[in-house]
């Protein structure tokens, strides 16, 4: 949901990365559905696992939980958000995660990307 919502938002102002320690098969339904209620399309988003590579290629990595499983280097910008796992929930208990990252994702693209 962050990927997506940083793509709408910010546009061509930054690269995205998505990528998990441990990802699932396939992108919650609910979330899909909770995305597409505030007009965006996450149905093609496919799950990937996080690479140091691309760690290394980031300027700012956000985290969500993974802890000793993210790539640390130096020079790069942290953030670990911590929110509740939309895993296994219905669109009504994804809705208020779906909101809390817009409000992440509209502050950290204010402070590295504004208009």
Same mark, same amino acid.
Request: contains cysteine; aromatic residues 4%; charged residues 25%.
């Given at each position: 949901? @962050?990927?997506?919502?940083? #793509?709408?938002?910010?546009?061509?102002?930054?690269?995205?990365?998505? @990528?998990?320690?441990? +990802? /699932?098969?396939? %992108?919650? +339904?609910? @979330?899909?559905?909770?995305? =597409?209620?505030?007009?965006? &399309?996450?149905? #093609?988003? #496919?799950?990937?696992?996080?690479?140091?590579? *691309? %760690?290394?290629?980031? &300027?700012?990595?956000?985290?969500?939980?993974?802890?000793?499983?993210?790539? %640390?280097?130096?020079? =790069?910008?942290?953030? &670990?958000?911590?929110?509740?796992? +939309? *895993?296994?929930?219905?669109?009504?208990?994804?809705? +208020?995660?779906?909101?809390?990252?817009? =409000?992440?994702?509209? /502050?950290?693209?204010?402070?590295?990307?504004?208009?």
């Amino acid at each position: 949901m @962050a990927a997506g919502f940083l #793509t709408h938002l910010a546009g061509d102002r930054v690269e995205v990365r998505s @990528a998990g320690s441990l +990802p /699932a098969d396939e %992108v919650n +339904p609910a @979330a899909i559905e909770a995305m =597409r209620e505030v007009g965006v &399309d996450i149905a #093609t988003a #496919t799950p990937k696992v996080l690479t140091a590579e *691309a %760690v290394q290629a980031s &300027d700012c990595v956000i985290t969500m939980g993974c802890g000793d499983a993210c790539p %640390v280097f130096p020079g =790069r910008t942290y953030l &670990d958000w911590q929110l509740d796992d +939309p *895993a296994g929930k219905g669109v009504e208990a994804v809705r +208020p995660i779906r909101d809390d990252i817009r =409000r992440r994702v509209e /502050a950290l693209i204010a402070e590295i990307a504004p208009r």
